[in-house]
């Protein structure tokens, strides 16, 4: 019995183009920069090869991480030199991975509306897929998955307790810009102290297996850092918040409790968002969040080391 040999792929660059789901525009601009070997010509026609389909797709699956061009082209590089690939990508699969113990769920719009007071919020529900609180099911329109339980546990009690889901949905975007920031912190320390030595030039097998040992070891600090300072606040605040409460809600004997008005406007959208009996809590709320907010730039403001200008005539000493 003979071996049959086949012929190699070879593909036109429209054709290329198809079979990566890429464009001919961005095959054309890979090549000029590097990241692409020319094809081979032929009369007047180019011709590509599995190679060169190989490369497109290892390419996109770089971008689907979150590289750049550039540190793909580095990396490509370092592949081309015979230095492999497999200890960069474990390593992008360790930070791919889960940072969180916890299993993703699923639920019913029947028992998402049990869950939340036994009646169906189309809005509501349209929000929570927006937020990624739930993620539709493919092909099962009445069924979600639930990526954070808990994060939902958390939503349910507070509509339990008297929150709007609006409200609640509000408070969960302000939040994730303030935690995204916390984390944005985390990553910048720890590559500035830790990973910057692996991140100055393309690292090898070893060196990336050793950074994914060190993202798996520092991966939940983060978090504890996070829990115990968010103990710590909330003890001190709340303490301090019940306090300004009670005093605000009984004042003594002959202090005055001042009366400023407010928009119509503002008061409407208030109590739409709280309800009437929760419209003087939120606005309290929130200019005491603004007060302390200014405090608190203040604050950072002069401990700052002021930097004079060519124009500033301020005082560097005590006020005479």
Same mark, same amino acid.
């Given at each position: 019995?003979t %071996?049959q ?6 593909y036109? /660059? #429209? #054709?290329l ?6 464009t001919?525009?961005?095959i054309?601009?890979y090549?000029d920069? *590097?990241l692409?070997?020319?094809? $081979?010509r ?5 011709v590509y090869?599995a ?8 390419i996109?699956d770089l971008?689907d991480r ?5 540190s793909i082209?580095? +990396?490509?590089e370092?592949?081309?030199?015979g230095?492999?690939?497999s200890?960069v990508l *474990?390593l992008v699969? $360790? /930070?791919?991975?889960p940072?969180?113990?916890?299993e993703?769920g699923r /639920?019913?719009r029947? #028992? +998402?509306?049990?869950t !939340?007071?036994? =009646? =169906?919020?189309d ?6 897929? %927006?937020?990624?609180v739930l993620e539709?099911?493919?092909?099962s329109? %009445? $069924?979600?998955?639930v990526?954070?339980p808990?994060?939902?546990a958390? @939503?349910?009690?507070?509509? =339990?307790a008297?929150?709007? +889901?609006?409200? /609640? =949905?509000?408070h969960?975007?302000?939040?994730r810009?303030?935690?995204e920031?916390? @984390?944005?912190?985390?990553?910048? !320390?720890?590559t500035e102290h830790?990973?910057?030595q692996? !991140?100055?030039?393309?690292p090898?097998?070893?060196e990336? &297996?050793e950074a994914?040992?060190?993202v ?5 600090? @983060? ?5 115990? &300072?968010l103990?710590r606040?909330m003890r001190?605040l709340a303490?301090r ?5 009670l005093h605000?809600?009984?004042?003594e004997? *002959?202090t005055?409790?001042e009366?400023v008005p407010?928009p119509?406007?503002t008061?409407?959208?208030?109590r #739409?968002?709280?309800?009437p009996?929760?419209v003087?809590a !939120?606005?309290?709320a929130a200019a005491?969040?603004e007060?302390s907010?200014?405090r608190m730039d203040?604050?950072? @403001?002069?401990a ?11 005082r560097t000493?005590?006020a005479?």
């Amino acid at each position: 019995m003979t %071996e049959q040999h086949h012929p190699a792929a070879e593909y036109r /660059i #429209e #054709e290329l183009a198809h079979r990566s789901g890429t464009t001919v525009r961005t095959i054309r601009a890979y090549q000029d920069r *590097g990241l692409l070997p020319k094809p $081979e010509r032929r009369g007047r026609a180019n011709v590509y090869g599995a190679a060169h389909l190989a490369r497109l797709r290892q390419i996109s699956d770089l971008l689907d991480r979150g590289y750049t061009l550039a540190s793909i082209k580095d +990396l490509l590089e370092a592949w081309d030199a015979g230095r492999g690939l497999s200890g960069v990508l *474990g390593l992008v699969a $360790e /930070i791919d991975g889960p940072w969180t113990d916890e299993e993703t769920g699923r /639920i019913t719009r029947q #028992e +998402l509306a049990a869950t !939340f007071g036994g =009646s =169906s919020d189309d809005a509501a529900v349209a929000d929570a897929v %927006e937020l990624g609180v739930l993620e539709p099911v493919p092909g099962s329109p %009445e $069924e979600f998955l639930v990526p954070s339980p808990q994060e939902l546990a958390v @939503a349910a009690e507070l509509h =339990s307790a008297g929150v709007p +889901l609006p409200a /609640i =949905s509000g408070h969960l975007r302000e939040l994730r810009v303030q935690v995204e920031h916390i @984390a944005s912190r985390f990553l910048d !320390f720890t590559t500035e102290h830790v990973f910057q030595q692996y !991140f100055d030039h393309p690292p090898s097998d070893a060196e990336a &297996e050793e950074a994914a040992g060190l993202v798996r070891r520092l991966r939940p600090l @983060a978090q504890q850092t996070v829990d115990a &300072e968010l103990a710590r606040a909330m003890r001190l605040l709340a303490s301090r918040y019940l306090r300004h409460q009670l005093h605000r809600e009984t004042p003594e004997r *002959g202090t005055a409790v001042e009366h400023v008005p407010l928009p119509a406007d503002t008061v409407r959208s208030v109590r #739409e968002l709280v309800g009437p009996a929760g419209v003087a809590a !939120f606005v309290a709320a929130a200019a005491d969040r603004e007060v302390s907010a200014r405090r608190m730039d203040s604050l950072v @403001a002069h401990a700052a080391p002021a930097v004079p200008g060519p124009d500033d005539d301020r005082r560097t000493g005590p006020a005479g």
